[in-house]
């Protein structure tokens, strides 16, 4: 099992809409989650982190965390076609951060005006 | 304020060659951490310094290796190049240890041949 697995997608959401990306990982003592967005030719930028269970809002975009189901997912509302990228989901494992930054091979995500 | 800068952001090297890449950290950050992304693998932490020390290091062979100089400015040296070490390389600083104020900077795309 991967360690952290994501669907490559592409995922399609129309403009307007909700896009809801998904992350699980096997690491049941991993303890802080961070969400990436990677413009095509980019380099990764920081959208949210999140540490306890539930949701974490940030503007349109809502972190979920559920540790006993070992998913993280992240919710963008209004979606716009300047939201069109890869989002990567990362992690730090239960080894304390030895490990550094532990990433999905993230999501493609369009959306379609 | 300036962003996080790589140089050089091009590199054509052969096989046994070594090759050393460069990071300037934004002004007051004392972490840089380094990274490999390619197509296959994703984003794969190599490892990280903090006041000229390696905090954490990934699973990658010896022939990857870094430091850290007093003022935060940091290089990764990749000795006898193979062909599956083409990548873009990103170098990421942060204040402090932790992972939730990291910037990336633009890369270095290397290419082995």
């Known amino acids: 099992q991967k360690e952290v697995e994501q669907n490559s997608g592409p995922l399609s959401v129309p403009e307007g809409a909700i896009a809801s990306l998904n992350c699980t990982y096997s690491?049941?003592?991993?303890?802080?989650f961070f969400w990436y967005r990677q413009y095509s030719g980019k380099s990764p930028e920081l959208i949210m982190f999140?540490?306890?269970?539930g949701d974490k809002e940030d503007g349109r975009f809502t972190a979920q965390l559920n540790k006993a189901s070992q998913y993280v997912s992240l919710l963008i509302r209004d979606s716009q076609p300047s939201d069109s990228a890869t989002y990567l989901c990362?992690?730090?494992?239960?080894?304390?951060?030895?490990?550094?930054?532990?990433f999905g091979k993230g999501t493609h995500l369009i959306i379609q005006p | 304020k300036a962003g996080v800068t790589q140089t050089p952001r091009y590199l054509i090297k052969t096989r046994g060659q070594q090759v050393t890449l460069s990071c300037s950290p934004i002004?007051?950050?004392?972490?840089v951490s380094w990274y490999q992304q390619t197509p296959g693998q994703g984003l794969q932490f190599l490892f990280e310094y903090f006041s000229e020390t390696q905090r954490n290091k990934g699973n990658f062979p010896g022939r990857f290796s870094g430091r850290q100089f007093s003022n935060s400015r940091s290089e990764m040296n990749v000795s006898t190049l193979e062909l599956g070490d083409s990548a873009l390389y990103l170098c990421a600083s942060s204040l402090g240890t932790g992972y939730n104020e990291q910037f990336f900077g633009p890369g270095t795309r290397l290419t082995v041949l």
């Open positions: 690491d049941r003592g991993s303890q802080s």
């Open positions: 999140i540490y306890s269970n």
């Open positions: 990362a992690l730090l494992r239960g080894s304390g951060g030895a490990d550094g930054l532990t």
């Open positions: 002004s007051g950050h004392r972490s």
